[in-house]
């Protein structure tokens, strides 16, 4: 498994853009499928994207695709996610995580997902 952490997170006025990065330790980051979920106040932990190990193949959430983009740097060992045009909605905690097994695919469901950052927090005034 992988230890995560995020950044990037702050406040922004909405159809602002941030940058969240998130740092893996670990020699086998490369191995692992990697995602972006998001929980807001009251709501349940929600998909945001994922990248396959190699990055060749993403997935979104309907609610950012064409505003957010994940990408990784497996030398750095280093996922982000580019979230632009951001809406007052797209308030959350925001967690990195890795799928809970190597080589697995990217999954929309929190439990397929094994090891998670602590979250950084992503408000959007309106």
């Known amino acids: 498994q992988v230890q995560l952490v995020e950044s990037g997170g702050g406040l922004v006025q909405a159809g602002g853009s941030l940058r969240l990065s998130c740092a893996a330790s670990?020699?086998?980051?490369?191995?692992?499928?990697m995602g972006w979920f998001r929980q807001a106040p009251g709501k349940e932990r929600e998909f945001v994207a994922g990248?396959?190990?190699?990055?060749?193949?993403?997935r979104y959430d309907d609610s950012v695709k064409g505003r957010f983009t994940i990408s990784r740097d497996n030398a750095k060992k280093t996922v982000y996610l580019q979230m632009s045009s951001l809406k007052p909605e797209d308030t959350a905690v925001y967690y990195c995580?890795?799928?809970?097994?190597?080589?697995?695919?990217?999954?929309?469901?929190?439990?397929?997902?094994?090891?998670w950052g602590q979250g950084t927090q992503v408000t959007v005034s309106a």
């Open positions: 670990g020699r086998t980051f490369s191995s692992y499928t």
């Open positions: 995580t890795s799928v809970n097994r190597q080589y697995g695919a990217i999954s929309l469901t929190p439990a397929d997902y094994g090891s």
């Open positions: 990248i396959s190990r190699t990055g060749g193949s993403t």
